[in-house]
C-alpha cells in the first residue's frame, strides 16, 4: 500500500510518500511545498506573503501534484491543534483545509491523526521533538541522511498509518456486534 503523508502549513506544507507491505517500509519521496519565499519575499514565482487566496490555490494544487505524481492509495493528514494565537489557528486551518480538499478531489481516503499520535507511533513518546522525529524517520526508513522537519513529520503521518491504519480499518469493516462482543471480550467498553 502506498501512503502519502501530509503536514499542513501555511507557509511551508511537508509531504512524505513510503510503501508499507505488513511491516516492512520502504521510502519513495518526501518534500514541502512552499507558498512564500522567505530569502527572497519579492520572487515573482510566489504570491506575496499577505496574499492568502494564491497561497491557499498554491497549496491545492501543489497537493494534487503530489498525488498525482505519486499515485498513493491513501493518505494520512495532522488534525490540528488550537493555538494560543486564534488567527494564527485559523490561518492553519485554511491551509489544511486546502490540503484535505485537494487530496478529496484526487479520490484518496483521507486518515487524520494529531500530532501526540504521531509522535508516540514514531518516537515513542508525545513530547518528541522536531530532531527526534527527524532521527526516527531516518531509522525506520533506511535514509541516509535526515529530511527536513516539515517532511519527517509528513512522513511520521505515513508510518503512523501504515502501522495503525490496518487495524483501525478492521475495527470499521466489524459489524457493531461484533465491535462490542470483541470490546467486552478484551474487558473495554462499548457505546
Given at each position: 500500500?502506498?501512503?502519502?503523508?501530509?503536514?499542513?502549513?501555511?507557509?511551508?506544507?511537508?509531504?512524505?510518500?513510503?510503501?508499507?507491505?505488513?511491516?516492512?517500509?520502504?521510502?519513495?519521496a518526501?518534500?514541502?511545498?512552499?507558498?512564500?519565499?522567505?530569502?527572497?519575499?519579492?520572487?515573482?514565482?510566489l504570491?506575496?506573503?499577505?496574499?492568502?487566496?494564491?497561497?491557499?490555490?498554491?497549496?491545492?494544487?501543489?497537493?494534487?501534484?503530489?498525488?498525482?505524481?505519486?499515485?498513493?492509495?491513501v493518505?494520512?493528514?495532522?488534525?490540528?491543534?488550537?493555538?494560543?494565537?486564534?488567527?494564527?489557528?485559523?490561518?492553519?486551518?485554511?491551509?489544511?483545509?486546502?490540503?484535505?480538499?485537494?487530496?478529496?478531489?484526487?479520490?484518496l481516503?483521507?486518515?487524520?491523526?494529531?500530532?501526540?499520535?504521531?509522535?508516540?507511533?514514531?518516537?515513542?513518546?508525545?513530547?518528541?521533538?522536531?530532531?527526534?522525529?527527524?532521527e526516527?524517520?531516518?531509522?525506520?526508513?533506511?535514509?541516509?541522511g535526515?529530511?527536513?522537519?516539515?517532511?519527517?513529520?509528513?512522513?511520521?503521518?505515513?508510518?503512523?498509518?501504515?502501522?495503525?491504519?490496518?487495524?483501525?480499518?478492521?475495527?470499521?469493516?466489524?459489524?457493531?456486534?461484533?465491535?462490542?462482543?470483541?470490546?467486552?471480550f478484551?474487558?473495554?467498553?462499548?457505546?
Open positions: 500500500m502506498r501512503i502519502l503523508g501530509i503536514d499542513p502549513g501555511l507557509r511551508t506544507t511537508g509531504f512524505g510518500v513510503i510503501e508499507a507491505d505488513g511491516p516492512r517500509l520502504r521510502y519513495v518526501s518534500g514541502t511545498i512552499r507558498t512564500v519565499n522567505e530569502k527572497r519575499p519579492d520572487d515573482p514565482a504570491p506575496h506573503q499577505g496574499n492568502l487566496p494564491a497561497r491557499i490555490k498554491l497549496l491545492f494544487e501543489g497537493v494534487c501534484e503530489v498525488a498525482q505524481t505519486y499515485q498513493p492509495d493518505a494520512s493528514l495532522e488534525i490540528v491543534f488550537v493555538n494560543v494565537d486564534p488567527q494564527a489557528t485559523l490561518m492553519l486551518g485554511q491551509a489544511r483545509g486546502a490540503c484535505l480538499a485537494a487530496l478529496v478531489s484526487s479520490g481516503p483521507v486518515a487524520e491523526y494529531t500530532a501526540l499520535q504521531m509522535k508516540k507511533a514514531v518516537a515513542g513518546h508525545g513530547r518528541a521533538n522536531k530532531a527526534q522525529i527527524q526516527m524517520t531516518r531509522r525506520l526508513l533506511n535514509l541516509s535526515l529530511p527536513g522537519t516539515d517532511a519527517a513529520d509528513a512522513l511520521g503521518l505515513a508510518i503512523m498509518h501504515a502501522h495503525a491504519g490496518q487495524a483501525m480499518a478492521r475495527l470499521a469493516e466489524a459489524t457493531p456486534l461484533q465491535r462490542r462482543t470483541h470490546a467486552l478484551k474487558g473495554g467498553r462499548s457505546y
